[in-house]
C-alpha cells in the first residue's frame, strides 16, 4: 500500500506543479483580468484576484482529492465489472492500474502549453479553455459548435483512448487473460458510466449557458 500511496502523491504533486507551470508561462491570470474587464470594474477586479491570491493555497488540496475521487470511482466501477464477469480482484490492484493510466493525462497540459507558446501565440481565455490537444474539438473548432457540444468533442481524444487501452492491457495481464478481454471489461464498465458522465455534463450545459 506504500507504493500505492508514493504513486498517488506523485501523480498529485505532478498535476499541481504542472499547472502552476502552465499558469504562469501562458499568462493565465492577466488573461482572466482582461476578460473580467468587461464586466467588472477595475476596483471589483482587484478584490477578485486579492481574494484569490489569499486562497490560493486551497489548490495544493483541490488538485488530490479530484484525482482521489476520479481514480477511486473509476476503480470501483471496473472492481464491479470484473466480479460480474466472475474475477475476483483485489481493489488496490485495480487502483494501481488506475493511478498508473492516469499519468497518460500528465501529457495534455503539457502539450496545450507547448501549442500555444509555440504555434498559437496569439490567443484569449476561451482559446485556452477549449483547447485540448489530439482531439476532435480541435479538427471541427470550437467556435462553429454549440456550447453544449464542446465537452463530448473534447472527451474524444487520443489520450482518453490511450487510457482505455492501456487500462484493458493490464487487466488482462492481471487476469491472466488478454487485451481483448480487457477491453471487454473496460468497455461494459467504464465507456458506459463515461458516456453518461458526458451526457450528464452537456445535460447541465444545455440548461445554464
Do not use: C
Amino acid at each position: 500500500m506504500k507504493n500505492l500511496f508514493f504513486k498517488y502523491a506523485l501523480l498529485s504533486l505532478s498535476f499541481t506543479i504542472i499547472t502552476e507551470i502552465t499558469n504562469y508561462l501562458l499568462n493565465l491570470n492577466g488573461l482572466l483580468r482582461y476578460f473580467l474587464s468587461d464586466y467588472l470594474t477595475t476596483k471589483e477586479i482587484n478584490s477578485y484576484f486579492e481574494f484569490q491570491n489569499k486562497w490560493h493555497w486551497l489548490t495544493y488540496f483541490f488538485i488530490p482529492i479530484v484525482i482521489l475521487l476520479k481514480t477511486s470511482i473509476i476503480t470501483l466501477i471496473l472492481y464491479v465489472g470484473l466480479f460480474l464477469s466472475s474475477r475476483d480482484l483485489k481493489y488496490k490492484d485495480i487502483w494501481r492500474i488506475v493511478l498508473d493510466a492516469e499519468f497518460i493525462f500528465l501529457l495534455v497540459p503539457i502539450l496545450k502549453t507547448l501549442w500555444f507558446l509555440f504555434f498559437q501565440t496569439n490567443y484569449d481565455l476561451s482559446d485556452i479553455q477549449n483547447f485540448y490537444p489530439l482531439s476532435a474539438l480541435n479538427i471541427l473548432g470550437y467556435k462553429s459548435l454549440e456550447t453544449w457540444f464542446v465537452y463530448p468533442f473534447q472527451t474524444l481524444n487520443l489520450f482518453e483512448l490511450a487510457y482505455i487501452i492501456y487500462i484493458a492491457f493490464r487487466l488482462g495481464k492481471i487476469t491472466n487473460t488478454n487485451t481483448d478481454y480487457g477491453l471487454k471489461i473496460v468497455g461494459l464498465s467504464y465507456v458506459p458510466t463515461l458516456i453518461l458522465w458526458v451526457a450528464t455534463v452537456m445535460f447541465f450545459t444545455l440548461n445554464y449557458s
